[in-house]
């Protein structure tokens, strides 16, 4: 076997078998490209070659940028986009890659086919298409009748609209449902997410770690899959996996949610600012004199005077346009401000005439991989954007005690915002932003959505088809979309998720350095010398289970991106077709159940239902371990070993 120093300095086409192909006796390739499912290829390369070494710098440079990877992606303190750009850089400046394998991450397809169906979704979205089935959701009001009939909704919508779109349109009016039938979210938003991710790996199209596996597959040399080949084994496990929690799984969420019985028709306590007025009965009152917290249920928490803070805010009495910051619930709050003749602070800041735009107040909630994440409300452009004010923030698990403005926003803060009524329909579309106080929607126009749903009806049937490659037929959709006016020009630029198109153009060079530096001719070895030679099942099963790992770990796609390449290395190793692990990386990488923080949906819902981290594990490690046992039995069907 020539070593890792060898493998760098091959000059031919790069994939994941470089290391079994180059620098070898001319008749011993052609044995090996002959028979390439013969025991024997394998067992005559096992030998190292004279002098070889065992593992270059290089190659530990790499694991090294794996392991500092892995560590800032599972510790969520580092964007993942930054994080995989930090990767790239390294690897560029090390001389691990060249400068064109380091930027070809951005061209590639999958990363070029994600983008257009980011852009397809969107339209899909925007049209109005899924308000329908909304409103017709809202009428449920048996909790677990909701519970099945949402996720039969959104399991086969998953296959072809992004999973977030999904789940940020339906978590209102499943939160409003809950509230009228006094039912814990917890009992219907967790299994929402796990639909939604189990209509995602129907289709090669469903998921961008599905498009990702299928670029890497193709990279290494093997025939890539159809829009529709893994619809099978992905139907029949969104069956068993909507079966197990309808019959087992919904006994494991929790009753109640985490979040205070009183607080379960709102979305929790808020923090807010009110200031004392000219009228105000609390004038010349210590906060300790008004007992609020008895009185009104409102529970101060600062006294603001100017820029101060007071020292002993419970002993001072109040002045006229002293700001109090109080948290409670919001109806509290509401009767407490106008029986005491208090102003909310934000919102006489920015106080309109009576001749002005209707204005209601909206709760929205900060979602996943938002660029708001992290700034202060300032920075937030909602001023401006939507002639938004925000009254007040929640943010779980914490007491806030800065002023508004001083706020740093985070995943899960909900909003309490001031809007005007018209900037409603913009606000919904904003996927940085998730609104979960639901009002009847603008009016969808119905031919929009007609041309949206043929739209990408058309793109799913060209590329079934194979007229045209699925990164063509999706860049047309996208432009059909822009051109009828399914979305704004502007809307799709807004509404795509960049952070996920630059963590896949920056991550895919790490594939590349895997291969280059022999470390996946290494870890092969490793592994094969625990689950020997003779075991493709084995094989297969460990593959899965290492993938799902990750996937916990470090989120899907940079999963599939160290796996492919490892997997497809493995099944030659053993001499059998590499399709069937292919296919257990893709499905292990997109169904991540026992963390919030595996996979977006997973993220939202765990805001939104006061879950626990454990109720995840709880709820999603048996559903793993059912998804993975069932892929043991049926992926060797629908791709066998010997085909």
Not at 267 to 277: A, D, S
Not at 342 to 356: F, T, V
Request: glycine share 8%.
């Amino acid at each position: 076997m020539p070593d890792a120093r060898t493998a760098c300095r091959c000059r031919t086409p790069r994939g994941p078998l470089a290391w079994l192909r180059h620098d070898l006796p001319s008749d011993r390739r052609e044995r090996r490209f002959e028979h390439p499912y013969r025991h024997h290829a394998w067992r005559s390369l096992h030998d190292p070659a004279p002098g070889a070494t065992s593992v270059s710098w290089q190659a530990w440079a790499t694991v090294a940028i794996i392991v500092v990877t892995m560590a800032l992606f599972a510790s969520e303190r580092v964007r993942i986009d930054v994080v995989a750009l930090m990767a790239l850089a390294a690897l560029a400046v090390l001389g691990i890659v060249t400068p064109a394998e380091a930027l070809s991450g951005f061209s590639n397809e999958a990363t070029v086919t994600v983008a257009a169906m980011f852009a397809l979704s969107l339209g899909i979205e925007r049209s109005g298409v899924l308000e329908p089935l909304a409103r017709l959701l809202t009428r449920i009001r048996k909790p677990w009748l909701l519970t099945l009939a949402i996720m039969l909704v959104i399991a086969p919508l998953g296959a072809f609209i992004k999973n977030i779109a999904l789940v940020a349109t339906f978590l209102p009016l499943a939160l409003r449902v809950c509230s009228q039938t006094r039912t814990s979210p917890s009992r219907v938003l967790m299994p929402m997410a796990y639909a939604a991710q189990m209509g995602g790996v129907c289709t090669l199209i469903g998921t961008s770690s599905n498009l990702l596996a299928d670029s890497l597959a193709r990279d290494g040399g093997l025939p890539g899959f159809n829009v529709f080949e893994f619809t099978g084994l992905g139907a029949l496990l969104a069956v068993a996996g909507i079966t197990y929690i309808m019959l087992i799984g919904r006994w494991m969420l929790p009753r109640e949610s985490n979040l205070p019985e009183q607080e379960n028709e709102e979305i929790g306590k808020y923090v807010t600012e009110l200031r004392v007025t000219e009228k105000s009965s609390l004038l010349d009152q210590t906060i300790a004199e008004a007992v609020l917290g008895e009185n009104h249920g409102v529970y101060p928490l600062e006294l603001l005077r100017g820029e101060r803070r007071m020292w002993s805010p419970r002993s001072q009495k109040l002045q006229v346009d002293d700001v109090l910051l109080v948290r409670g619930s919001w109806d509290k709050i509401e009767t407490f401000r106008n029986r005491a003749h208090l102003e909310n602070a934000p919102e006489a800041r920015y106080a309109r005439g009576a001749s002005e735009t209707p204005r209601v107040v909206a709760e929205v909630m900060v979602a996943p991989a938002s660029p708001i994440e992290g700034h202060r409300l300032g920075e937030t452009a909602l001023n401006w954007r939507y002639d938004a004010t925000v009254l007040a923030i929640h943010r779980r698990g914490h007491i806030l005690r800065d002023k508004l403005s001083n706020v740093s926003l985070a995943v899960g803060d909900v909003l309490m915002v001031l809007v005007d009524e018209a900037a409603m329909p913009r606000l919904r579309a904003d996927e940085n932003l998730i609104v979960l106080s639901q009002r009847e929607s603008v009016r969808p126009i119905p031919r929009k959505a007609v041309i949206a749903v043929a739209i990408l009806a058309a793109v799913v049937l060209v590329s079934g088809l194979k007229l045209l490659p699925i990164p063509i037929a999706a860049v047309c959709g996208a432009a059909a979309m822009a051109l009828t006016g399914c979305f704004g020009t502007k809307d799709v630029y807004e509404g795509m998720d960049w952070k996920i198109i630059v963590l896949l153009g920056a991550i895919l060079p790490l594939g590349t350095a895997i291969e280059k530096t022999g470390l996946s001719h290494t870890v092969v070895e490793g592994a094969m010398s625990l689950v020997g030679y003779h075991s493709p099942l084995g094989a297969l099963l460990m593959v899965y289970l290492l993938t799902a790992l990750l996937t916990e770990l470090m989120g899907h796609n940079p999963a599939v991106v160290l796996m492919v390449g490892i997997a497809i290395s493995v099944a030659h190793a053993i001499g059998v077709s590499a399709q069937p692990f292919v296919v257990a990386v893709a499905f292990a990488a997109a169904t991540s159940f026992a963390t919030p923080v595996g996979y977006p949906t997973n993220t939202m819902v765990y805001y939104a239902g006061g879950y626990r981290f454990t109720d995840f594990m709880k709820m999603g490690i048996p559903l793993i371990g059912l998804f993975c046992a069932l892929s043991m039995w049926l992926i060797p069907l629908f791709w066998p070993f010997h085909p």
